[in-house]
């Protein structure tokens, strides 16, 4: 791990978050108060009084439909975009009145194009905002040989390649680990994974939340795919035009109680088994065993145990822990209680991801 004092940065602040770059540094709060975006020449405003507070460490995914407003809310928040109205504070400081170029370089921003400069080796890609903020050398390659391990991107392999010799996946990843380079506390993810195929894009998703569990940054991440947003999002925005909130609150609640039509229409077909998905076996209730039955374990969820059910005909599946013992079982009835009584549901499968 670099150590983060022996090098005296090229921009000196003293203003809230930016002074504390550090090692392995966590997520700080993001809060808007009336934002607004009205683009030069339109009648409306793309952005209209939108108003959050995000928690320290919190993922949160923001889903609706292609031009609600998402990708400018966002881009608010590095000022690529600057708003028109409102106010927005990062750990408490208030980012409209600092200068952009250094707020940005404290903000991890992935987009969907990748946006690695093409001429430039992957290990150059990621030391661009380090070497901006005035690392030196030997603490610069530390941090792209960590970070291309974090990634899962052997550096011998990489490191000296041209983006164009990655694929996309890979080129994804190189992208996230840019983002990390000088370890901001926040993060703005714009669709990252949009352009990949879906299995390069599930495996990325998975990284990303070992990733995130590991690092636990402030993440705003932007997304089309609502089943992304339950699989990722620690809570979901769900925006209708103008960036207006319909629904903001945890994946399980949301799906248990969707606040209107619209966000109804948003989840689609099979909020049932999306809920199962998202309730770990450990928070199940379970029924005594039953000699014989297929085993699934602790750690799966109830939508794996109805897969197990449909796919062998049993009756019922044994649940077992890390050692393989047997804690109980779980029958077609079992999973039909828990998704008819709403509330505990929704609160048990908080915090379990
Ligand atoms: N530079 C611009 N000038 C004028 N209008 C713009 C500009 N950029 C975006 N808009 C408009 O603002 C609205 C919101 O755009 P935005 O890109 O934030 O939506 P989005 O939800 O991110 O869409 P998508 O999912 O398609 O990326 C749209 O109506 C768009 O046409």
Request: a negative charge; hydrophobic letters at 40%.
């Amino acid at each position: 791990m670099p150590d983060s004092t022996t090098d005296t940065p090229a921009v000196s602040t003293n203003t809230g978050f930016l002074s504390a770059i550090s090692q392995k540094q966590r997520g700080v709060s993001i809060e808007l108060d009336g934002v607004s975006k009205v683009y030069p020449g339109q009648p409306e405003a793309a952005v209209d009084d939108f108003s959050m507070r995000i928690e320290p460490g919190e993922l949160v995914m923001f889903v609706g439909p292609s031009g609600c407003g998402k990708t400018t809310t966002m881009k608010m928040i590095n000022r690529i975009i600057e708003p028109s109205n409102g106010s927005i504070r990062i750990d408490g400081t208030d980012i409209l009145s600092m200068d952009p170029n250094q707020l940005r370089r404290h903000i991890g921003y992935v987009i969907q194009q990748i946006g690695l400069f093409p001429h430039l080796t992957i290990a150059e890609n990621i030391g661009v905002v380090p070497k901006l903020l005035g690392w030196s050398k030997s603490r610069i390659a530390d941090r792209v040989d960590e970070l291309l391990q974090t990634v899962q991107l052997d550096p011998e392999q990489f490191a000296k390649r041209y983006p164009k010799q990655l694929s996309g996946g890979q080129q994804q990843r190189a992208g996230v680990a840019r983002a990390l380079a000088a370890d901001p506390p926040v993060m703005l993810m714009d669709e990252p994974f949009g352009a990949t195929d879906p299995i390069t894009r599930e495996k990325l998703q998975a990284e990303f939340l070992r990733l995130q569990a590991d690092i636990g940054k402030t993440i705003i991440f932007v997304t089309h795919d609502f089943d992304e947003a339950i699989k990722l999002g620690d809570r979901i925005a769900v925006l209708s035009d103008r960036s207006q909130i319909e629904q903001f609150d945890t994946p399980a609640r949301i799906l248990a109680n969707p606040a209107n039509e619209y966000v109804s229409s948003f989840i689609g077909q099979g909020a049932a088994l999306k809920r199962l998905a998202l309730i770990p076996l450990i928070d199940a209730p379970l029924r005594p065993a039953v000699d014989g039955a297929p085993q699934i374990t602790l750690q799966d969820s109830l939508r794996d145990a109805l897969n197990m059910l449909v796919l062998t005909g049993a009756a019922a599946v044994n649940v077992v822990d890390v050692d393989h013992r047997v804690c109980g079982s779980i029958t077609n009835a079992s999973i039909s209680a828990v998704l008819n009584d709403a509330q505990p549901v929704a609160f048990a499968a908080e915090g379990t991801r």
